[in-house]
């Protein structure tokens, strides 16, 4: 049985990615699922699983060095896969100090705390690996035309998307000066079960079923490229069990849309099969975020000419499957919304 460090295992992508693990590897694998619970982790995401035996769940922070350090003297860790991060952009304007801690002197330490574990026993010859989940949004903003791709240069436009560089960078040079058993990948905008109602989808359903205003960015005209939850575990398992050392990777879901587009279709879709009475006139222009990036948009050929990964769910499946999944956990949405918002 080996041994999973996944760190903000309670957040959106981490909740997922546990239960994937353990719908694909059932008993064979252990998780130790490190979080700190701040608002965006919840443990009732991981409520259904927390009685296995091979599930630990530690409440801490990735900054605290005694703590990681103590995880890899008790557990022997031979994959870390780092989802904990402050990733509200709006946050971040507002307040960079706790994304610059978070996101990049938390990933130090683990990267440190992994490179001496390993380091000091034999299991550093054995297929240890380190994946630091990344984002698109480090390259910046495109224009009208072209793709990111994995040799982009980094140009982040808010405090967010320059600490996620910041953290890149930082596992990029123990690749190069200490040969540290890393990947990275980046990922294009997810969508699915379990996401924090602060982002745009859960934001556009949760403001739709209590018939409140949907705040639109400026013209509305900003382009994501979106990726359904699942098929973005999947490639990180992937890119753990399968790719070489030192390699980036690039993770999207060949699905561009404006912001009000989606907008438009959530509308659209709960009008149609939960209440007439929701329609267009909700939707609020509000002025544009300071910084707002244009355009993201992902080239996955790299992953998919390695490890053979292409997305499975295409959007009008996806997005149905996130709304149903919301109508069906009200309870879920509203305790978080009486705990947290």
Known sequence: MKTYLVTGGCGFIGANFIHYMFEK??????????????????????????YLRNYVFVKGDICD??????????????????????????RSIESADEFVRSNVLGTLTLIDAAKRAWEAGETY?????YLQVSTDEVYGSLGETGYFTEVTPLDPHSPYSASK???????????????????????????????????????????????????????????R??????????????VLHNAPSGEIYNIGGHNEKTNIDIVKLVIGYLHDTYDSGIDE?????????????????????????????EPET??????????RWYLDNRKWLDDLKNTNI
């Not at 990726?227 to 490639?235: K, M, P, S, T």
């Not at 295409?314 to 709304?323: D, L, P, Q, R, S």
């Open 65 to 90: 060095k005694h703590l990681v350090n103590d995880l890899f003297q008790q557990y022997e860790i031979y994959y870390v896969v780092h989802f904990a991060a402050e990733s509200h952009v709006d």
């Open 125 to 129: 010859r054995e297929g240890v690996k």
């Open 314 to 323: 295409m959007f009008a499946e996806g997005i149905v499957k996130t709304i």
């Open 225 to 238: 490229d979106w990726l359904y939850v699942e098929d973005h575990c999947r490639a990180i398992d992937m």
């Open 281 to 309: 006139s909700l939707i609020t222009y509000v002025t544009d975020r300071k910084g707002h990036d244009r355009r993201y948009a992902i080239d996955a050929d790299k992953i998919g000419h390695d490890l053979g990964w």
């Open 25 to 50: 590897y059932g008993d064979s694998i252990r998780i130790i699922n490190l979080d700190k619970l701040t608002y965006a982790g919840n443990p009732e995401n991981l409520r259904d699983i927390e």
């Open 165 to 223: 560089a910041s953290a890149d960078l930082m596992v990029k040079s123990y690749i190069d000066t200490h040969r540290f058993p890393a990947n990275i990948t980046r990922c294009s905008n997810n969508y699915g079960p379990y996401q924090y109602p602060e982002k745009l989808i859960p934001l556009l359903i949760t403001n739709c079923l209590e018939k409140k205003p949907l705040p639109v960015y400026g013209d509305g005209m900003n382009i």
